[in-house]
Every structure is written in structure tokens, then in C-alpha cells.
């Protein structure tokens, strides 16, 4: 460890623990305000050795010690710290480094830590990283990924870094060398979701309903006893009796009234397939220290007798892009305009003026009407506004040129409220940027439709085909924009675009379960084989499945060769009639191609029929308690009877012995030609809830959609999608991802209307909660399937 003094400003001090709290709490936001109960969270340090990493260690165990109620990271107290070095193995003794850096924090710090290795080899790496040409993004990538299991091993969701000023003024000056705009010169940003973790559950916007699920949640949104009743007397005391007794009189008007309306009146109306969860959560990272130099950094350390490590590789201009331009601003006289104080205004700068236009954008989307949104079939329906110019007679409107540049600005303003809609419903990462939605505000928009370059194409030298004649189709980041006409005027359906020919579908593939665990036992005796890991389908559904099928089970689309076979499947008439409604109103057209659709890789009828799977191989015989079982015995009356096989252990005795074992191999052989050479069977459409009969006793699974922006909805005006129903005010309405406004029972009248709507939000989120937990408990078949769905 070194701790050879450095050449400081004479201005440079130390950050105090002060500072370092008030930097905190202005990086990090609650992220569920609603939240009921407040319990001390473990916290996650990525430390490096260096003097920014080490200062970040220090300070947060000082603000932890001397400032522990008011040491909040987001929606709890900071509990325990826990420092992760990631070694990379690039240089000798780089491992010995950072064990000193370990016993460094728990001998100065009094810090637990531990160093986690990046296995290049593992990633088909092999032979010296440094030669890759995009070395600095592979290493990047993977220590994100180390950093996301380590903080979901520790079950931490706060990841805290210690980028500095320094590295803030680097960033934006490589942005700015490779020509990115305003909002790329933004600069690192304070809080942010956990990067190059897009597919691992519980560490990107995933997490939060298994975290519910728990019995000590790290967001406990269950009020206590004494919440309950202060509520409850609330509410009763704000309640107008007249309006409720009313209420009362006419009869609630809900969800569950209209479903049971449609089933006693006959009606052809497609049922509402369950609502499926919808994931929230994941891990953040925090950057408190942005606002500090790193000569300030250094002072810490020195001050506070704190020593740290240089790398040496840090000084190499031509190992990475970021050393080239370190290199540049300290051993050259840049001019005043790329010199550190003008950058880091700039980056301000920048950042105001994307605040701006998503300010403007929020208003644009109050006047939006989100009509349906549909997590089951990923669909949403929306109703745009108009934009028009302002025909206020002034001078500078008559301008051509002041024309053109209001036009731009509103195109802009537009486009970010595309990429918001786009956001719900898009299989991608990243939303297409601005620059790329020219077309699509031409069409959404017609008034601001022009030929004239805009900003984002000026550069191109190019100009905006103009949309002729009525409104037609049309795709982008994945998502299908379908115009509907009728007497409510114009609305777009924005749903998940049909797969190209010349692209890969998504696929997920489940192993079967194992051959020991059924071999020469009837159906309803094997075993079940663990719950897969979640994967994300398609970039839009986290779903993971549990199979004991003799098969493999794959997750892809619902392909329309297998549709007939599947409706004759279901035996009953209100099934295949079902069937057609839900796929008429839900996924019409295209859209029912897109949806995820579980098949099993051969033909399984007979074994989900109940039949005897193994008759179909001459000479195997069943064990006796497989054949009683067969007749019409249970598995839970086999006790004490007379087995062929009583156990596993003869089992495996019997596989291994003599000519069994090559009885079994020739068998397990058959079994694996068989599903190679077999035609994938359709055996359940898990979003609509629908599935083969007896399917649901072979294969089991949870599907839930990925995380969207509840605000989206909190601030868009939206309208009932119910006939006869009147749409609810669009300043006043929340959204329950269903498209219907909710009913009241009564009006709150008095000044704490608001503190008690969102006491009863809390509340009724705690509801769910409960009953998630319940359905978790009792969970059997396709339960998993009825769980609740948050809300936000």
C-alpha cells in the first residue's frame, strides 16, 4: 500500500461525513415512497484499491457510525457494508493486491470484503484479454456481472461506486470527441439500474415480487396493526355517507361483477384472462461522489491516515481510450472551452435541458389516453392528442424560419413521448433514440408532418418522406404500430412486431426430467424436476418452468401450424369457444403469433391422457405398485404394498446390474431417437391461461412481464374501455394496467384527501401482498398462474 503524498491545491480539503450524507440523499431518491415499514438494508461497495474507492469506504463507515438514523440510501437505513474488489487478472500480483486491500478495510475500516476473480476463460477468452479489441467493454461487462451476482448473493439492492468529478469531466470529453448529443453529454448518471445484467432475474428491474414473497422483505409495504386501525378511522371519518349509501343502493360496478354478468347473461364477450404479475425491483447503482474532485478525495485519505494502491496501468495512454484522454488534459494545455470547468457546465447544462423537455413531454402525455394496456398479449392502446401551432397573430409566427423551429422543437417533444409508449410494449433494450422516430411523429403526428430537414436529419442532408392518404401500419424497435378507426375517432395499437423470416425466434429450452426418476414407473409417479431458472422471453415476459414430462419442454412462439391440433386437444366445447374469443379479442391477426407458447419436443398425448407411457416399449414390464396405479390406484395408497422395485436404491441396483442395465440403455436410447426425430406438441398458451387437459400434472410455470413505468400511467389521462361506462377525469385517475378507471365508494372530502389516497394505496398494495403470499403457499397445478397483480 502506498500513501506517498500527492501535489494538491492548496484549496482542496477534505469531505466531511456531512457532505458525504447530504451528497447521498440527493442521489438517492426513495424508490417506493408508499412503502409502510423501514428496516436497515445491507449495502454493496465496489472498491478498487484506489484513493476514490478507498475514500468511498471510508466515509461511508464514518456516515454509518456517527450519522446512522439519518444515513438513509433510498427507501431504508443503511444497515451493513460489504466491499467487493474485482480482480481482474491482468497484471503479476494483482491478486496479492487485493487481499492487502482486504485486510487494509477490516484492519483500518473494521470493513468486511472479498475479492472475486473474472474467469476470462469461462467466456471463451483465451490467451491475454488486452489483445481484444473492444477489451474495455468485455471487462466492463463482466465485472458488472460479478458485482450483480455478489450483490444477489448478500441480497443487497443498493450497488454503491465511487466515480469522481474527474471521471465525470473524462466521460463527457470522450462524448463529446465522438460527436454524441446533448443528451449523451449528460454525463454518468448518479442512479441507475445495474448495467449488462439485462437477462438475470432479481438483479435488472426484477426482484420485487419474489422480495414480497418473503418473510422479511426488504420493501415491506404491509402496514402494522396500528397503520390498520389509524386508517381505517381515517377513511371512515372522511367517507360522505350519502355518496356511499347511494353507491350502495345502485350496486358496486367492478371487474368481478361484469365477469359474472357475461357468464349468467350468455354473453359471447371473451373472458379476461388472469392478470399476470408485473416485475419491479432490481439492483441500483449509486454514485455519490460526482460532485467531488478527486483532489478532495485525496485529501480524505490523507487526513484520515487511509492508504490506497496505484495502478500503474491507469498511466498507460495507450492501454484504454480513458488513459489517451487523461494523458491529453494533464500533460497539454487544452483550451478554455475543453478544460474541466467549461466541460462539467456543459454537462449541466445538457442535463437542464433534457429536464425541460421531459417536463414538456409529461405534459404531453396528460393529454394522452392510454385506452388498454395488456400485459397478457403485450398490447397497448392509446389515444394521441393533437398538436397544433399556436395562431396567436405575432410577428416572429408569421417567420418562416421561427416557424421551422417551433416545428422542430414539438417533433422533439413527440418523439420522446413515442419512446415512452414504445417502452411498454418493445423486445429491445435500449428505445430506438430520437433521431431514428422522424417517420413515426410524421405519421402519429400529422400536423408536424414536413419535408423540411429537422434537427435530427439536417446533418444527413436527407428529408422526411411525408405519410400519404389514410393512416397506415408500421414497425419500429420491434413494436407495430396498427392504426384503429371507428366512431371514437383515431386510436393506435402498439403490439410486439411479428417475427422476420431470416431472424432467430426466442426460444427457451427446459431439460426433461431425469430418467432414473421414471424409469419403469407409471406417469403419475415420477418425479418432478426442478424450477428452471427465469429467463426473459423475448425481452418482455420472465417466465421459468418446472417439467417431469418424459420430453423436453421448449418455450417459443405460438406458431399457426399448431393451432388446430391444439383446439381439438380440448375436449369440451366451452374450451375451443373460449379458445376463439380470447384469440379474437386479444390477439387478433399477427398479434397471436407473438405470443410465448409452451411445447413439448415430441408427442406426449398419451402420457397426458393418463396412459401407460411405458407400453410402447415390448418387454418392459412395470413395477406392481405402477400397475395398481394404473388401474385406478393413487400414489398415496402404495404404502405397503408389494413393489418390484421398493425403492430407489433397487432401482439403481437394477440399472446397473446385468442385463437390466443394457434393458435401460436400450431404452433410454429409443427415448432420446424418439424425441429428436418427434414433432414438437403445443401444451399451453401460458398468458391466456389456457392449456391442454391434463397438462397442468406434467408441466407447471410462472410467467410475470418485465418492469414498466407506472408513471406513464399516473400521468396519462385514460379512458374506460367498457361500453356505457364514462371516462373517468384524466387529472384524477390512476392506472391499474387494465384500462378501467376504479370505482369509488364514496368522496373524500376535507385537506387530507390526497394523504389518504395514498395511505389507501399502501394499504390495498399490502392486500395483495397478503394474497400473493397465500397463493404462494397453496400453490399446485397452474396456481401459480392466479397469482395477484401489483400495482404500482
Known amino acids: 500500500m502506498s500513501t506517498t503524498p500527492q501535489v494538491l491545491h492548496r484549496s482542496a480539503r477534505a469531505i466531511s461525513v456531512h457532505e458525504f450524507v447530504d451528497a447521498v440523499q440527493a442521489v438517492c431518491p426513495p424508490r417506493f415512497p408508499w412503502a409502510r415499514s423501514h428496516y436497515d438494508q445491507r449495502v454493496v461497495l465496489a472498491i478498487s484499491g484506489g484513493v476514490d474507492s478507498m475514500a468511498l469506504a471510508y466515509l461511508c463507515q464514518k456516515a454509518r457510525k456517527y450519522s446512522s438514523p439519518f444515513f438513509r440510501l433510498s427507501d431504508n437505513p443503511v444497515g451493513s457494508l460489504a466491499g467487493v474488489i474485482i480482480d481482474h487478472g491482468l497484471r503479476e500480483g494483482s491478486s496479492a493486491e487485493a487481499q492487502k486491500v482486504v485486510e487494509t478495510l477490516q484492519s483500518k475500516l473494521n470493513l468486511k470484503a472479498g475479492v472475486r476473480q473474472i474467469k476470462w476463460h469461462k467466456f471463451g477468452i483465451h490467451g491475454s484479454p488486452k489483445d481484444l479489441p473492444n477489451f474495455e467493454t468485455v471487462a466492463r461487462r463482466l465485472r458488472y456481472d460479478l458485482l450483480g451476482r455478489v450483490c444477489l448473493e448478500r441480497k443487497a439492492v443498493s450497488l454503491l461506486t465511487a466515480h469522481n468529478e474527474d471521471d465525470q469531466y473524462e466521460t463527457v470529453l470522450m462524448r463529446l470527441m465522438a460527436g454524441q448529443s446533448f443528451r449523451g453529454l449528460q454525463g454518468i448518471r448518479a442512479a441507475t439500474d445495474i448495467p449488462e445484467c439485462y437477462t438475470k432475474h432479481g438483479v435488472w428491474q426484477s426482484g420485487f415480487i419474489d422480495d414480497q414473497l418473503r418473510q422479511d422483505p426488504i420493501w ?141 413531454t409529461d405534459r404531453l402525455l396528460e393529454r394522452t389516453t392510454i385506452c388498454e394496456f395488456a400485459p397478457n398479449v403485450g ?325 410475470r412481464y418485465r418492469k414498466v413505468d407506472f408513471d406513464i400511467g399516473r400521468k396519462s389521462g385514460r379512458r374506460s374501455r367498457s361500453k356505457g361506462r364514462q371516462p373517468a377525469p384524466k387529472k384524477t385517475t390512476t392506472w391499474d394496467l387494465r384500462g378501467r378507471a376504479p370505482q369509488r365508494t364514496g368522496r373524500l372530502r376535507g385537506g387530507h384527501g390526497q394523504r389518504l389516497r395514498s395511505a389507501a394505496l399502501s394499504f390495498l398494495t399490502s392486500r395483495r401482498i397478503d394474497m400473493l403470499r397465500s397463493a404462494e403457499a397453496s400453490r399446485n397445478g397452474r396456481s401459480a398462474r392466479n397469482v395477484s397483480q401489483l400495482s404500482g
Not at 332 to 355: G, M, N, S, Y
Request: aromatic share 8%.
Open 220 to 360: 415491506r409495504m404491509r402496514p402494522n396493526n396500528h397503520q390498520r386501525s389509524m386508517l381505517r378511522r381515517h377513511l371512515r371519518d372522511e367517507m360522505d355517507p350519502e355518496v356511499l349509501a347511494e353507491e350502495m343502493k345502485k350496486g358496486l360496478n367492478s371487474d368481478c361483477v361484469d365477469g359474472f354478468y357475461d357468464i349468467a347473461t350468455g354473453s359471447k364477450r371473451a373472458p379476461m384472462p388472469s392478470p399476470i404479475p408485473i416485475e419491479d425491483g432490481g439492483i441500483m447503482i449509486y454514485r455519490p461522489l460526482l460532485q467531488f474532485s478527486k483532489e478532495r478525495l485525496i485529501a480524505t485519505c490523507l487526513q484520515n491516515g487511509i492508504p490506497w494502491v496505484e495502478d500503474h496501468t491507469n498511466h498507460d495512454p495507450t492501454f484504454t481510450q480513458r488513459n489517451a484522454v487523461r494523458y491529453m488534459y494533464k500533460n497539454h494545455e487544452l483550451p478554455a472551452a475543453l478544460q474541466k470547468p467549461a466541460i462539467l457546465q456543459l454537462a449541466e447544462r445538457c442535463r437542464d435541458k433534457v429536464a425541460t423537455e421531459e417536463a414538456e
Open 379 to 703: 398490447t397497448v392502446v392509446v389515444e394521441l392528442p393533437e398538436i397544433a401551432l399556436s395562431k396567436v397573430p405575432r410577428r416572429a409566427a408569421r417567420s418562416p424560419v421561427h416557424r421551422q423551429k417551433r416545428i422542430e422543437h414539438y417533433r422533439v417533444i413527440a418523439a420522446l413521448l413515442i419512446r415512452r409508449l414504445l417502452s411498454l410494449v418493445t423486445p429491445e433494450q435500449d428505445v430506438a433514440p430520437v433521431k431514428n422516430l422522424d417517420y413515426a411523429v410524421s405519421l402519429l403526428f400529422p400536423s408536424l408532418a414536413t419535408e423540411t430537414p429537422t434537427l435530427a436529419t439536417r446533418d444527413q442532408k436527407m428529408s422526411i418522406p411525408m405519410p400519404r392518404g389514410p393512416p397506415k401500419p408500421y414497425v419500429i424497435c420491434g413494436v407495430h404500430f396498427i392504426p384503429l378507426t371507428g366512431e371514437f375517432g383515431l386510436r393506435w395499437l402498439l403490439a410486439r412486431a411479428p417475427y422476420v423470416s431470416n431472424v432467430p425466434r426466442p426460444s427457451v429450452e427446459v431439460t426433461r426430467t431425469a430418467f432414473r426418476g421414471r424409469y419403469r414407473k407409471h406417469p403419475k409417479q415420477w418425479s418432478w424436476h426442478p424450477w428452471s431458472d427465469w429467463s426473459l422471453y423475448d425481452g418482455r415476459y420472465w417466465i421459468r418452468v418446472k417439467n417431469r414430462l418424459p420430453m423436453g419442454v421448449r418455450i417459443a412462439p405460438f406458431e399457426m401450424e399448431h393451432h388446430k391440433p391444439f383446439r381439438e386437444g380440448l375436449v369440451d366445447r366451452e374450451s375451443k369457444t373460449m379458445l376463439a374469443l380470447m384469440l379474437k379479442r386479444y390477439a387478433p391477426g399477427k398479434i397471436r403469433s407473438t405470443l410465448p407458447a409452451i411445447y413439448a419436443t415430441a408427442n406426449v398425448s398419451d402420457v397426458l391422457a393418463g396412459g401407460d407411457y411405458w407400453s410402447r416399449y415390448p418387454g418392459l414390464t412395470l413395477s406392481r405398485a405402477s400397475a395398481d396405479d394404473r388401474a385406478g390406484g393413487s400414489s398415496s395408497s402404495l404404502e405397503g404394498q408389494d413393489t418390484l422395485l421398493s425403492s430407489v436404491e433397487e432401482g439403481a441396483a437394477d440399472l446397473t446390474e446385468g442385463r437390466p442395465k443394457r434393458e435401460w440403455i436400450d431404452v433410454y436410447l429409443q427415448e432420446a431417437a424418439e424425441e429428436m426425430a418427434g414433432k414438437p406438441q403445443l401444451l399451453a398458451l401460458p398468458t391466456l391461461d389456457i392449456a391442454l387437459p391434463g397438462a397442468d400434472n406434467f408441466v407447471q410455470w410462472e410467467i
